[in-house]
């Protein structure tokens, strides 16, 4: 199994995943199917689940070997805090080329390395241990949800950054007017108001009000980074958990679902 990413805003995609992926898990397992890299994961406490594909064309190269044609996959599970901070290290010129072989079933390769010499960015070699990790996979239905709105992923990192010096949670109120924000705590309160002209895409239910508390711990953690998308979409429903979707481009995406808090 060979995959490369050569594209330098893809390069940095990749970095950005893997960075959200490790604040819900410190283990990963990472299936490399015949058209996709497909990653399903849950946080410790069982209040995220996340689900990421990435298609074969999204990388530069994607090769699974042919010895593996008549099984479904080539599963490897490793430590993200580890994998992060190998593909983070990358240089401008540096390609990410992640590899195995059934020679060595027990790690993972991990080379950066430039097609062209650049004075003073060396090609780095790095090899991390597979490990065992039992995770039963869900599967994930597709629902109609009540509301629906698209926002500028940097807006949305910005005020969950802000949020947190005010709250533990966030209830998200959306009516046909508005959606508004709410944090408090200790250190006071803070609430944001999003006119829906100021969405990208917005829809709800004709006449429904909706009132969610979810983690605002959680929420900001999918909310780190706007390197994965330039816009994020956000999915409520009183009956399903929350989904926030990135599309990666070349019909690809990381979604994330968090359950809401349960009020009295």
């Not at 390069?11 to 015949?34: E, H, P, Y």
């Not at 109120?173 to 508005?178: A, H, L, P, V």
Request: with cysteine; hydrophobic share 40%; charged share 25%.
């Amino acid at each position: 199994m060979k995959v490369t990413i050569s594209n330098k805003n893809k390069k940095d995609l990749f970095v950005a995943l893997f960075q959200i992926i490790k604040g819900c898990t410190s283990v990963v397992r990472v299936i490399f199917q015949q058209d996709k890299m497909y990653i399903q994961g849950m946080d410790k406490s069982h209040i995220c689940l996340f689900e990421v594909n990435i298609q074969k064309k999204w990388f530069d190269e994607y090769i699974v070997d042919e010895y593996i044609a008549n099984e479904s996959a080539i599963v490897l599970c490793f430590d993200t805090n580890i994998f992060h901070l190998i593909i983070s290290s990358k240089q401008e010129s540096h390609n990410i080329i992640i590899h195995s072989t059934s020679n060595d079933s027990d790690s993972i390769n991990i080379d950066l390395v430039s097609q062209e010499h650049t004075k003073g960015e060396f090609n780095k070699y790095f090899k991390i241990p597979l490990v065992d990790y039992d995770y039963d996979e869900m599967n994930i239905p597709v629902v109609e949800y009540d509301a629906e709105f698209s926002i500028s992923s940097k807006k949305i990192c910005e005020i969950m950054s802000q949020m947190l010096a005010f709250g533990s949670d966030l209830n998200i109120k959306c009516s046909e007017e508005k959606i508004d924000l709410v944090t408090d705590g200790i250190a006071g309160e803070m609430l944001v108001n999003i006119p829906i002209d100021d969405l990208n895409e917005y829809s709800i239910v004709e006449g429904d009000v909706i009132d969610l508390k979810y983690s605002l711990n959680y929420i900001s953690k999918m909310c780190l980074t706007n390197k994965l998308s330039s816009e994020v979409i956000f999915s409520i429903s009183a009956n399903y958990p929350m989904k926030i979707n990135y599309d990666l481009g070349d019909n690809s995406s990381i979604v994330f679902y968090i359950a809401p808090k349960i009020t009295d």
